[in-house]
């Protein structure tokens, strides 16, 4: 074999690990910042070395043949080792204070339970480039399945085989009224008494919703969302105005609202934070301190 092959061996695994990661040639080409017929041609030198066909082809689509689930398989963990050498040579010597950190997590996340962390993280390691990612839970998985973040922060209910979730923190649901609205002068509230009121929910595609229905769906009970609003904040600001209840995870309560706060643990359940990964992901010295920090100096809410 020649030396010069060697020597691009690990541009070629890195272009097919990419490309099989993302699903595409040109995803991967744009990720890697180089063109698509270069990763292309990477990707046909591995073949044209082990005399297999790598990838299906299926127009602009490619699935993975069993030989390059195979190949990926071994190579993956060689080419994020070469990537995270750094970091990981820090960690032999016992030293996350140096690199970068990627977290992904939802608005909710960002506001509520990461700023404490991240200020304590940031006093802790100051040298340490921190970015912060405000996705959705889908946008979420996306990143973390193209290792484009070390991990994210987040509630999961169904988690997809390829992902990690270790749940560290737990908030209770409350029902949050006006104080002037008619429910927050009841001693005891059931279901049925809610339902008679117009919801102010999270836009449908997102978890909250989905509980919300499936609850009332399960009493049997009718249930009119008045108003869809993106944020706690904002739902918070017109559940205020009074134009509407909602039911949210004490997380985005800090007792400065002008609210009337109802426990709601007897309809619907608590709800988790935690660490989401890519299963087989390599954790940065970066990564495992912050974590370790969630882990040991939460001060709000209950832990799990």
Not at 44 to 51: H, N, P, S, V, W
Not at 134 to 154: K, P
Not at 239 to 244: A, I, P, Q, R, T
Request: charged letters at 25%; proline letters at 6%.
């Amino acid at each position: 074999m020649k030396p010069r092959s060697r020597q691009n061996r690990l541009s070629q695994l890195r272009g097919f690990c990419t490309t099989a990661q993302l699903g595409s040639i040109s995803a991967a080409a744009d990720k890697l910042e180089l063109s698509q017929p270069s990763v292309s041609m990477q990707i046909q030198a591995l073949e044209k070395e082990f005399g297999v066909m790598l990838f299906e082809r299926r127009g602009p689509k490619i699935k993975l043949t069993p030989e390059g689930e195979g190949l990926l398989e071994i190579a993956l963990p060689l080419v994020e080792g070469m990537e995270t050498l750094p970091e990981t040579f820090a960690a032999r010597c016992g030293n996350p204070a140096h690199g970068e950190l990627d977290i992904a997590a939802g608005e909710s996340t960002l506001l509520y339970l990461l700023p404490q962390f991240v200020e304590r993280f940031a006093n802790d390691y100051p040298e340490v480039q921190f970015r912060l990612h405000n996705v959705t839970g889908r946008d979420g998985l996306n990143m973390l399945r193209a290792d484009e973040v070390d991990f994210a922060v987040g509630s999961m209910v169904d988690v997809p085989d390829d992902i990690s979730y270790r749940p560290i923190f737990t908030y209770d649901p409350m029902l949050i009224a006006a104080p002037q609205h008619p429910l927050a002068a009841r001693d005891e509230l059931s279901l049925d008494d809610i339902s008679q009121y117009g919801l102010i929910l999270p836009p449908r595609h997102l978890s909250t919703w989905r509980m919300v229905k499936s609850v009332f769906e399960q009493h049997e009970l009718d249930y009119e969302v008045r108003l869809e609003a993106g944020g706690w904040e904002v739902i918070k600001k017109y559940v205020e105005l009074n134009l509407g209840i909602s039911i949210v995870t004490d997380i985005c309560l800090d007792g400065s609202e002008n609210l009337h706060v109802r426990p709601m643990g007897r309809y619907f359940k608590s709800r988790t934070y935690g660490v989401v990964t890519r299963r087989g992901k390599f954790l940065t010295p970066q990564a495992k301190a912050f974590i370790r920090l969630m882990d040991k100096n939460f001060f709000g809410g209950s832990r799990v």
